[in-house]
Structures are given as structure tokens and as C-alpha cells.
């Protein structure tokens, strides 16, 4: 079976329950569904490129303001417009982690050095990395990371934070999954070197829009990162689904409240029949089973994610994404088949 590059169903296959793409399962609101197809008369004329209502919302949001808000096509084009507007020459990743970082610093030849974190500590962030947060000029972290699903303390940002200012050393948290927990994120302790990468997408079931935007502390850095890419990099579509997304405060609240539900569920049934189970606090869960696991479920109408291809895992290594109640149970059923023969 091909291992993709991402989760998700790269081609639209017909009859299959898709547990590799991390997508909320409540899917696309009400709201924003509306705001998608009244937006159709939009579409003759060119969208805003400079975003300012919406920018203008989210700054509302989140107590800042517009001039520090940088709107993209998804998160991912803001990770390679931020690494193409400073050019850094060495930079730090804890892995495993979101492939696309790497593949960004390496399109500007940048040196890129490897923190891996420890399996037997459940791939947690710790500590132990401020003593990697040296001789790099960018720095990025994911929180919840992709594939593991585990959050940052507020401790570890709070100093990571202070020690990136401290030695001029930007530091981008993407927080794109940040909505599925009810963590605060490194908004609090943000500074002049902190950028927050936020995607749309996930939260709002929305991923055929393409929607996501960053926070910086500075506004020189945010005008920096602004000028880079194409002109227009938000289609009106996808503005007024944000704007409508942005209204949906109970949507996300009932969402990370079904997800942890789910969360619990999900892990404690998985851990019956496979190697190990790995905390997250996502909506997604990492384990280790039998190494063509995916195979033998994809035979049974389930697509799960490979992650053998992540730096910092292997064979064996595997990503489910929370659904439905009753396809979360289609998945153990299928596992507990398998188990039984």
C-alpha cells in the first residue's frame, strides 16, 4: 500500500471510512456552510488581499490588533511564506513532527538540526529542549504536535518563549490543532520573536477552502512575512467562511468536548489490541501495531494513516483521527477481527 505524504484520501476513493485525515468529525457548520455558497457572488471579482475584515476579527478575538495578524491559504503557506521572508540559515525541529517545516527550510538551504524526543517519554516536550535552543535562527514547534498529539505545558512555552527573544531566535508555534484541547497555547507569552501559526481547516471542517493565518508579537515581522507569496493568497470563499467560523464559539466548545469523549474511548478500546497506545491530547491518536496494520484494514474499508515516513518513527507506527461515534466503533470491530482471525 502507498504511503502518503499527508493523511486524507488522495484519491477520493469510493466506499472508504478515512481515519487518516484530522478533520473535526461534527463537520462544516451551518453558518459557514451558508457563507460558502452566498459568498458564489464574489467569486467575479477579485478578493481582498490585504484580508482587513477578517484580519480585523481575529485580531478582535484575540486581544491584538489587525497589523500583527498575517492571513494565508492554510497554515502550511504561511509556514513556507515565514522561511522565505527571513531566509534562516539554521534552524531546530523536534521530531517527529509536521513534514512541511522541513521541507519549507530546505527549499532556502537551510541547515536544519534534529531534537528527537523520546518514545519512553511518550514523545513529550520537555525541558531538556532549551538546551537545544542555540546557534539556530528559527525554531518550530507544534503544539498539539502532528502526528503524536501531545500538548506543550504552559511552563515549557512560557520559557521557550523567553529564551527565543532572549537570543534572537524566531520561534514558530503552530497551533493549528490547538482548538480540539482546551489549552491556552503560547499566546500568553507571546514577544517581538514569536509567531502563532492557527489553521481554519481543522477546527471548521473546512480543508477544500484552505484557510489559516499567523500572530505575530512584532508588526515589522508581520509585514515582512505579508509581502512575500501571491498577491492574492485568500479566495472570497474562503474569507467569508472564515468570518462566519469566527462567530461559531459554541461549535468549537462542543466540538473539543466530544473529542476528548471520543479521545478517551478510542485509546482505551485501541490499546486492547495493539502494541502501545502513546497519550495525546488531540484529535488524533499515535500507536504502535503490526507493521502492515494499514493493509489489512484498508481490505476492510478503513484508511488509516502510515506514519513509518515521520522522522523520529518507523515501521510499526501508526495515526488515527477522531471520528463519529459509530465509525470510531467500525474501526474497533475491525481490529478486534483482526485479532480474533
Known amino acids: 500500500m502507498q504511503i502518503t505524504e499527508h493523511g486524507g484520501n488522495p484519491l477520493s476513493l469510493v466506499g472508504v471510512t478515512d481515519f487518516s485525515a484530522n478533520i473535526n468529525p461534527m463537520g462544516m457548520s451551518r453558518s459557514v456552510r451558508e457563507a460558502y455558497i452566498k459568498s458564489a457572488s464574489e467569486i467575479e471579482r477579485y478578493p481582498d488581499p490585504y484580508c482587513v475584515k477578517l484580519r480585523e476579527k481575529i485580531a478582535e478575538k484575540l486581544n491584538t490588533i489587525p497589523e500583527k495578524i498575517v492571513c494565508g491559504n492554510g497554515a502550511d503557506d504561511l509556514i513556507y511564506r515565514i522561511v522565505q521572508a527571513f531566509r534562516p540559515r539554521r534552524s531546530l525541529l523536534c521530531v517527529p513532527t509536521f513534514s512541511e517545516y522541513s521541507k519549507a527550510l530546505k527549499e532556502c538551504g537551510c541547515e536544519i538540526t534534529e531534537y528527537f524526543l523520546s518514545e519512553e517519554n511518550g514523545f513529550e516536550v520537555d525541558h531538556s529542549l532549551i538546551n537545544k535552543l542555540h546557534d539556530v535562527d528559527i525554531f518550530f514547534l507544534c503544539s498539539p504536535n502532528n502526528p503524536t498529539g501531545r500538548i506543550v505545558s504552559q511552563d515549557v512555552l512560557a520559557k521557550t518563549a523567553e529564551i527565543c527573544l532572549k537570543r534572537d531566535i524566531l520561534l514558530v508555534c503552530d497551533e493549528s490543532f490547538l482548538g480540539f484541547t482546551d489549552s491556552k497555547g503560547i499566546m500568553p507569552y507571546i514577544n517581538g520573536n514569536v509567531v502563532i501559526l492557527r489553521s481554519m481547516t481543522k477546527i471548521y471542517a473546512i480543508p477544500g477552502i484552505r484557510l489559516g493565518y499567523a500572530v505575530f508579537g512584532d508588526t515589522c515581522k508581520a509585514d515582512k512575512t505579508a509581502s512575500t507569496g501571491q498577491f492574492w493568497s485568500v479566495s472570497s470563499p474562503a474569507l467569508a467562511c472564515g468570518l462566519a467560523a469566527l462567530d461559531e464559539e459554541e ?16 485509546m482505551s478500546e485501541i490499546n486492547k489490541y495493539v502494541e502501545k497506545v502513546y497519550p495525546s491530547e488531540a484529535n488524533y491518536i499515535l500507536f504502535k501495531a503490526e507493521d502492515d496494520l494499514d493493509e489489512k484494514l484498508f481490505s476492510q474499508g478503513l484508511l488509516i494513516r502510515n506514519c513509518s515516513n515521520y522522522i523520529g518513527l518507523g515501521n510499526g507506527f501508526f495515526r488515527v483521527a477522531i471520528r463519529r461515534h459509530n465509525e470510531n466503533e467500525l474501526l474497533i470491530k475491525a481490529l478486534r477481527r483482526l485479532r480474533n482471525g
Open 251 to 266: 461549535y468549537v466548545r462542543n466540538s473539543a468536548v466530544y473529542i476528548k469523549k471520543e479521545r478517551k474511548y478510542l
